[in-house]
Nanobody
């Protein structure tokens, strides 16, 4: 069993920054072999792709140039640095494998961008 635990969300003003973390936990889970991604689900919207990291980083057009995905395989942790946040970035953010979702979704972390 693999558990994905997202954290780091919060309330931030437009133009602000947040850094999200995703800790992957499992007794026999080899984090480093998986391509990982960040996803988000805004109010009344379907879950959507945000960013992925499989040696090379890829981003949704809506976040390109503002968000940076990274990982620390020694800590089994995925990160998402979010800068120049906009109200439309408001969503619950999740991590999982990419491009296929292999594990159960975690609880996510809420990001609210508002003045």
């Amino acid at each position: 069993q693999v558990q994905l635990v997202e954290s780091g969300g919060g309330l931030v003003q437009p133009g602000g920054s947040l850094r999200l973390s995703c800790a992957a936990r499992g007794s026999s889970f080899v984090f480093s072999i998986y391509a990982m991604g960040w996803y988000r689900q805004g109010p009344g919207k379907q879950r959507e792709f945000v960013a992925s990291l499989n040696g090379v980083a890829a981003y949704a057009d809506s976040v390109k140039g503002r968000f940076t995905i990274s990982r620390d395989n020694t800590k089994n942790t995925l990160y998402l640095q979010m800068n120049s946040l906009k109200p439309e970035d408001t969503a619950v953010y999740y991590c999982n494998t990419w491009p296929e979702v292999d594990f159960s979704w975690g609880q996510g972390t809420q990001v609210t961008v508002s003045s």
